[in-house]
């Protein structure tokens, strides 16, 4: 029997739309990156502003790298993280 595990991250200092974005960035098995009006697309509820933020957030903080509009999944520091 095979369970489907979900990475969450258990970071303390991101707010609750940062820990948001990086579950949803963690647990898509498609791809390691994205684009903020992909994420919009996929998040309805939650503004392009709000995803940006968090984004912005996330990047300052060393979990997403950004090249030019695309954010990645920092490995490096996510293998570092606390998870739940």
């Given amino acids: ?5 979900r990475i969450e991250p258990n970071d303390n200092e991101l707010s609750l739309e940062a820990n948001g974005v990086l579950s949803k960035m963690l647990n898509n098995p498609d791809t390691d990156y994205v ?10 509820n939650d503004s392009l502003r709000t995803i940006k933020k968090a984004l912005s957030e996330l990047t300052d903080k060393g979990y997403l790298l950004r090249i030019g509009n695309t954010y990645a999944v920092n490995k490096v520091r996510i293998t570092q993280m606390k998870l739940a």
């Fill in 1 to 5: 029997m095979s369970r489907n595990l």
């Fill in 35 to 44: 684009k903020a009006v992909d994420l919009c697309a996929v998040c309805e």
